[in-house]
């Protein structure tokens, strides 16, 4: 079959591997797409430490993706082959403190299929992952979209972990493909009052497309002071940061209000330079966000109930074209979200 | 009568200065005894940007005080001379978001009685306060032991913004006097698997004294490691940085479990070099807490049970002593909580 290798920072090859088996308990999944994530340009560009490179390489990266059963293992009976599926593919070890309290997103050794971890992704016409893994895609949402499932998890993870209530008013920083999905599941939660701030015009342009009505350019002025005004001088309920730069992050402390909550939604390569005194005279919250927990089966039926349009932020892309108009054009911000085609 | 004046920085004179007088509203307070605090501290020493020296000064500092009630104003009908008090110095816009919704202590217009911001405090044989910052002292606490109430309503509140039960492992770190009030009230909500981590020989000695059973100096090792050995490798679920210091910040942090709380309880003078990636890897919350909200009433309760008992890190100077054996010897840590006498 074909995929894209990935051999170390900045090295990948599309080019001919042997077809996974599927083993006991596990399941193989013809791959109709796989999306590219910021966290995917950690590891291609190197910026992840120890994620990149070592003695798990090479591998296939992907873990956004979705398809048909091609094959189950010996001992799964509840799927079989032609069932449209997408794949949650966080891999936890069921035996830390966290994952016997059901919080499985922050397993101690937690890891991912398609992260150069050791377990290969979607990048490649078959993946093969632990029925666990997989969650069927509901009438409503094509194979394609269906990769979109594992970002918009996080997203709404996010939104969950921001505690928001409709009536209250939010800021969100960053119009990737994250804060999309962080403003397209705060509307969908009934959520109305949102700024979103954004310094790239076709980001801004995107998200106006999906109903954003205040969307704020940073390079315009203050937008601490902007979000500060339109909110009686107090500052947002929540904010959420999902934009990975350190002026972001300041922003979103600056924006927020008294007792109110940030939380934290992308990654941040670099530590920032914060100071402890901001939470004592606000009494903030801040706090993050990893994958998501309990959140696909939800995101899927607001997929099918089309709370999640895709008109405008999503590429698609053949698999030959991953690096030049996938990694490269992710990294120049010439793209938002890129979906790489693995099937016609 | 006599008085500690603040002119500026490391500038106090102990004086004779003209009695205030008692507005309508009002209260007089002979004050029996008040606390020098941290935040004191960072005033005098100039380490508060914008709260030392300006146009406020010269006043008198202390916002740790309690005495006889000496005279009330016009329409004060609930109090009379002779009663015991201490003073929640707070001083609350009641006009804003913050205190609109009750969350005085987050007022967006905040200030205290006695930190050098044209409020005079109890550093002085008489103070006059509004009659709302005024609260009897029920008995079984004495005059002097009321001027405590304070740092340890912050201390309290700390504790409550932590959210710990009973059975909840805690790590605290700084075993100053809020340090203290924290592992106190802790005890008195019925935790009892706490961790004191303290650099200091004699206030490991102090906590050791009022029941600390785990109490770790830092530079006998790696006290995040001992912590985690010691919580089944996971950390505690909520630590309380009362020490300040960068080093404490980082510890707190990483000694905490995932999705656990870290709550800031101590003044940061300076910025931190902070990750937030910690917070994706670890859900973490952290928040911080300014003051106390309804916590004194609690807290007098507590005292009169005996639940802060003072032996061991409370040192009663004079007035005239307040430089030399007050702010001097706190920075220096030759003392741990100081109370300036007023009266014999």
């Known amino acids: 079959m074909r995929a894209a290798v990935f051999?170390?920072?900045?090295?990948?090859?599309?080019?001919?591997?042997?077809?996974?088996?599927?083993?006991?308990?596990?399941?193989?999944?013809?791959?109709?797409?796989?999306?590219?994530?910021?966290?995917?340009l950690h590891v291609y560009f190197g910026a992840m430490g120890g994620i990149e490179g070592g003695d798990t390489q090479p591998s296939i990266l992907g873990h956004e993706f979705a398809g048909e059963v091609a094959e189950v293992g010996a001992d799964v009976t509840d799927l079989r082959p032609g069932d449209a599926v997408t794949v949650e593919p966080i891999i936890s070890c069921d035996k830390c403190p966290s994952c016997l309290a059901g919080d499985y997103n922050v397993c101690y050794n937690v890891g991912f299929y398609g992260t150069g971890q050791g377990h290969n992704g979607g990048?490649?016409?078959?993946a093969v992952v632990a029925r666990k893994n997989v969650h069927r895609l509901p009438d409503g949402v094509s194979l394609r979209d269906g990769a979109l499932a594992e970002p918009l998890s996080v997203a709404?993870?996010?939104?969950?972990?921001?505690?928001?209530?409709p009536g209250q008013s939010v800021a969100v920083f960053g119009a990737g493909p994250i804060g999309i999905g962080v403003y397209l599941s705060l509307r969908a939660k009934g959520v109305e009052d949102i700024?979103?701030?954004?310094?790239?015009?076709?980001?801004?342009?995107?998200?106006?497309?999906?109903?954003?009505?205040?969307?704020?350019?940073?390079?315009?002025?203050d937008v601490v002071a902007a979000i500060k005004?339109?909110?009686?001088?107090?500052?947002?309920?929540?904010?959420?940061?999902?934009?990975?730069?350190?002026?972001?992050?300041?922003?979103?402390?600056?924006?927020?209000?008294?007792?109110?909550?940030?939380?934290?939604?992308?990654?941040?390569?670099?530590?920032?330079?914060?100071?402890?005194?901001?939470?004592?005279?606000?009494?903030?919250?801040?706090?993050?966000v990893l994958a998501y927990k309990n959140d696909f089966e939800p995101v899927l039926?607001?997929?099918?109930?089309?709370?999640?349009?895709?008109?405008?932020?999503?590429?698609?892309?053949?698999?030959?074209?991953?690096?030049d108009q996938g990694f490269l054009a992710l990294r120049a911000a010439r793209a938002n979200k890129v979906l790489v085609a693995l099937t016609k």
């Not at 990948?12 to 995917?40: L, Q």
């Not at 990048?123 to 078959?126: H, I, K, S």
């Open 7 to 40: 051999y170390g920072k900045e090295n990948i090859r599309v080019e001919e591997v042997p077809e996974p088996a599927t083993e006991r308990g596990e399941v193989k999944i013809k791959v109709a797409a796989n999306g590219i994530c910021g966290s995917d």
């Open 123 to 126: 990048l490649a016409e078959y």
């Open 156 to 165: 709404y993870h996010g939104v969950e972990k921001g505690q928001v209530s």
């Open 195 to 221: 700024f979103v701030v954004e310094p790239s015009a076709s980001r801004r342009h995107a998200i106006q497309g999906l109903g954003a009505e205040v969307v704020l350019d940073p390079s315009d002025g």
């Open 229 to 288: 005004e339109r909110t009686r001088g107090a500052g947002v309920d929540v904010a959420f940061e999902a934009a990975g730069a350190p002026s972001s992050f300041t922003a979103a402390l600056g924006a927020t209000r008294r007792l109110g909550r940030v939380v934290i939604v992308a990654i941040h390569e670099k530590p920032v330079d914060f100071s402890p005194l901001h939470l004592i005279f606000t009494e903030q919250v801040i706090t993050g």
């Open 301 to 323: 039926r607001l997929m099918a109930e089309g709370k999640f349009p895709t008109t405008g932020w999503v590429d698609l892309i053949a698999l030959d074209d991953v690096v």
